[in-house]
């Protein structure tokens, strides 16, 4: 069990059954009656976002979370093949769980899925990853002045916007947060 003296940014909590993450949060100290703290707190499996209040000394639920380093392997219809880097073992995860994400991945990509009471319910890959560029218009010559950008689709079938001077073949570096141009690579 967490009390409200524990909670900080990113503290995953169990609230009303479910797990949760502390998005943010602040000790109010009112002239008048006792202490407590306002929090903002998003949902692990449905991205849902609440904001309940706790009085100082409440306490909320310890999730049983487990984060594992796992490598991705292939799609299989709607699942993602996960192994365990340590035992080798193989888990589906639900295309859902990975949501976006997903238009980044590669196979033998190292990425952290989390686990809760033994399901998998989310994964975070690696915040930068290369990839190669299997389509784009050519730059147009002289258009460089006003920062233009093109789109360009990588191997993995995601797109992303690149400088007009990166070309068809080239490996570029993407940010998988926001999944923005990087450098090349």
């Known amino acids: 069990m967490y009390t409200t003296q524990e909670f900080r940014n990113g503290l995953k909590i169990e609230y009303e059954g479910e797990p949760y993450i502390i998005v943010e949060f602040q ?32 306490r909320v639920g310890k999730p049983d979370m487990e984060e594992k380093e796992m490598q991705y392997l292939y799609m299989d219809g ?3 093949t996960f192994m365990d880097t340590t035992t080798y073992e193989q888990t589906p995860v639900d295309a859902e769980a990975i949501g976006d994400m997903a238009q980044w991945l590669r196979e033998n990509c190292n990425c952290t899925v989390l686990f809760w009471n033994g399901k998998a319910i989310g994964v975070t890959l690696p915040n930068f990853v290369v990839m190669k560029i299997t389509e784009c218009e050519p730059g ?15 191997e993995s079938g995601g797109t992303v916007n690149v400088p007009l001077f990166v070309n068809e073949g080239e490996s570029i570096k993407i940010d998988t947060r926001d999944g923005s141009y990087v450098e090349r690579a």
Not at 36 to 57: A, H, Q, Y
Not at 140 to 154: P, Y
């Open 140 to 154: 147009v010559r002289g258009d460089t002045a006003t920062g233009a950008t093109k789109l360009a689709k990588v």
């Open 78 to 80: 709607e699942h993602f």
């Open 27 to 58: 000790h109010v100290k009112p002239g008048k009656g006792g202490a407590f703290v306002r929090t903002k707190i998003k949902n692990l499996l449905t991205g849902r976002v609440l904001d309940p209040t706790f009085k100082s000394g409440d």
